[in-house]
């Protein structure tokens, strides 16, 4: 199985594929057999994550940027439905989110680390 970086989508693994046949992505997918399994700490991740993100964020066009961290988070996701036993998130937008949720934080929390994009649709 081939999983696409782009939309999440796995397909089969089909010699003649010129792109994924959910989202027409050019993008090199995922061989699902050669999954790894690594040892390291939550935090060490984070920080792997963070700095993903960040780069992401700080790419000049605006369209490749969101295009980009959509693809940080989707592997951040997957990573983290792995392990949901963690108290925080990978990604610096999951730690925002959690101040925004909580009931002592008042007021708008203004940041400039990440480009913040909205949710996907559907």
């Not at 959509?70 to 439905?81: F, P, S, T």
Request: charged share 25%; hydrophobic share 35%.
């Amino acid at each position: 199985m081939l999983l696409c970086l782009d939309c999440g989508k796995e397909t089969e693994n089909g010699h003649d594929l010129m792109c994924c046949p959910n989202c027409q992505s050019t993008g090199i997918p995922i061989d699902t057999e050669k999954l790894l399994t690594v040892r390291t700490s939550w935090h060490e991740l984070r920080i792997l994550v963070m700095w993903a993100e960040r780069w992401a964020s700080a790419l000049p066009d605006k369209q490749e940027s969101e295009k980009m961290l959509r693809i940080v988070y989707r592997i951040a996701d997957r990573m983290q439905q792995q392990h949901l036993d963690q108290e925080c998130g990978l990604t610096f937008a999951s730690e925002l989110a959690e101040l925004r949720a909580s009931p002592y934080v008042t007021g708008e929390i203004e940041q400039n680390v990440i480009r913040e994009i909205p949710p996907e649709r559907g």
